[in-house]
Structures are given as structure tokens and as C-alpha cells.
């Protein structure tokens, strides 16, 4: 008894994300929206629907009250109990949505998922249930354009005169290059913009020697799928600059309702001086604007572009949750030593730099072959 009411006992059922009915997605959407958090689209349920279209160990724990749904964790099932987060690799936020007050400890959730070990590397800021669990934070830029993109602009003139100055005259070349035939779209349709997209990155991957992620089915199929989802909560945008009716810069990421998440940039390289992705950028946020959309995340990692267009930062964390046996010391003796060598080379910029050097010169020679 609490307060003189009965309270329900909380039942879990683990389920495939398309097993979700549609009293369920509307619980996950409503929780979501009274979270306080930014309505990230990764955090909606039609993205973990999404993945389990290309992933087929993708599940959604699901905790009831009174009939009720009153949380969700969606995840991904490995072997031998090791679990990840949804879209491990490419989801830019993550974490379980859950009613207030509902807080389970880490291990007992696991537990119910069938899990020994669940990992996370884009957790979102605010996931209590995971306090403790995170070995490291990140910050992830934000551009905050809730006041207009005119405010922002002005912003940019303080904080970043140089490179607004830089790049509105580029974008002014660029023009006269072309006749003044420079055009931006905001909300590109068209599947033959997207493949463009796509080769570009995954030149750009094999350039500064990084995995080809778009040599992976499962996620080039994935992100085709998600340019043709509509959805309130989580719609794919591809944001295209054209020169003459030539793409030449492009953008695929993900928006809900007042949040552009910002993911898969490119450009040609062939117009590498007129800086197409930053004109790009600031397009996208003069249209976010105008559509409505109040933040973009541009994501974590270090990036000097990040620094000139950010506004703020929000704060996303990687780490584990692991239960006590053997499967999870296996988790840790696997996983662990290779994070410590990939943590000490972060935290010293000049080792980490000449890391990247090293990267960009075996890329170089692949690419002579």
C-alpha cells in the first residue's frame, strides 16, 4: 500500500520491435515527450522499428503497470549473453525511455533481457538507471536555432567571425562560378542524391583509413529505409547544394519535431575550396529553422567545424552494464584492455594526432594499389 491505493505490480515482456502495438508506441511517445529531455529521433520507437527491419536480434524489453506500458529498452541480443544498445555503431542517443519514478536497477533489467553484459557508446545525458555504469563521457556540439536563424547568424559573428566571414564569401564564389546557379535543398526526395551521398562517404572513410560503414548491408540498407520513413518523431531529412544541378555537398540525418540529428555529412572533393559542407551547414540551419526545428545535434566527436558552428554542447556516455559471472568477466577480458589503449591514446592529443597520420598514410597506400 502507498498513500492508501494498491500499487500494481510491474510485469516485463521481452518482444521483436515489430511485435509493438500501437497503445505501445503511443506510451513510448508520450513518455518521451514528458521526459524534459531534447526530443531526440534515435530515442523514437520508429527507429528501434527500423533497425529490427535490418537486425534481426533486435529486441524491445517492455515494462507494464496496471495494463499500462510504462517503459521501454531497446537493444540488440549477441551470443553468449552480450547485449548492445539499439544501432550500436550508428545511434547518436540511447538509452531506455521509462515513466517516472520507474527505475529498475541495471542488473535486474538485464537480467529480464537475458543479458550478461549490455554497451552502450552514445548514451543520453540523464539515464539513471545507467549512473555508474559509463566509463567515459563525450561532449556532442549542438547549434541551438530556437530563436531564428538570424540569431544565430548574429551569434556566429561574435563567436566565430573568421569563419562566418570565410565561408559566406566562398559560398559568394561558388555562385560566380556557376552563374549564381547554387541551390539548396532542404528535403531532397530523390534515392539517386542519397546514392551520391553514400560513395562520397564511403570514399571519405577509406581516405582517413576508417571502416567503410556503408560496406555494411545492414546499415546501407538501414539508412535507405529510414529516407523514406514519416513519422512525427523520427523522419529521415537529405539535405543536398547543388552547383548548376550538380550535387556537389549533401546530408543524411534524422529530425523529430524540434531536433535535426545531425549524421552522415560528405562533399565532392573536386570543389573542396569553396568549403561545400560548411555552406551546407549553415543552409541546414537556416532551413531547420524555418521548419520548426529548434536544435541540431551535430553529434559526438571532436571536429574543428563543430567548434565554429556549435552553440553548446549536450553530453552522451560509453560504457557497460555487466552482471556478475562468467560470461560477463569474458564480456570484460574481451572488451576492456582494447578501451584502455583506445582511452590513453584520447587523452593525448599529440599521440592521438599522429595515430590519425598514420591512419591517412596506410589509406594513401591502399589507395595507390
Known sequence: MTGGRQVSAVSVRVVRPGELGEREIEAWRELRATSGAPANPFMAPEFTRAVGEVRP??????????????????????????????????SDSQGAVLRPGLRPSARALLRVCGLAVWEFDNLEDGQRVFEGAAAESFASPVIDVGEGYAAYEALLR??????????????????????????????????????????????QYRRTGRGDRFAQEWISTLVRRLHELRAPGCSGVLSVLYAADRPIAAHFGLRSETVLSCWFPAYDPAFAPYSPGLVLHLRMAEAAAAAGITLLDLGRGAAEYKDSLKTGELTVYEGAVVRPGVRGALHWLRREPPLRVHRFVRSRPALAARGRAALNGVARLRGRR
Not at 73 to 90: D, N, Q, S, T
Not at 175 to 201: C, I, Q
Open 158 to 203: 561574435v563567436q566565430s567571425p573568421k569563419f562566418l566571414k570565410t565561408t559566406l564569401a566562398k559560398e559568394r564564389k561558388l555562385g560566380r562560378r556557376t552563374d549564381g546557379e547554387v541551390r539548396f535543398v532542404f528535403d531532397e526526395r530523390d534515392p539517386a542524391a542519397l546514392r551520391t551521398l553514400m560513395e562520397w562517404k564511403s570514399a
Open 57 to 90: 536480434r533486435a529486441r524491445v524489453a517492455v515494462w507494464c503497470q496496471g495494463g499500462e506500458p510504462v517503459g521501454f529498452l531497446p537493444y540488440e541480443k549477441g551470443l553468449l549473453g552480450g547485449g548492445r544498445a539499439i544501432g550500436f555503431g550508428v
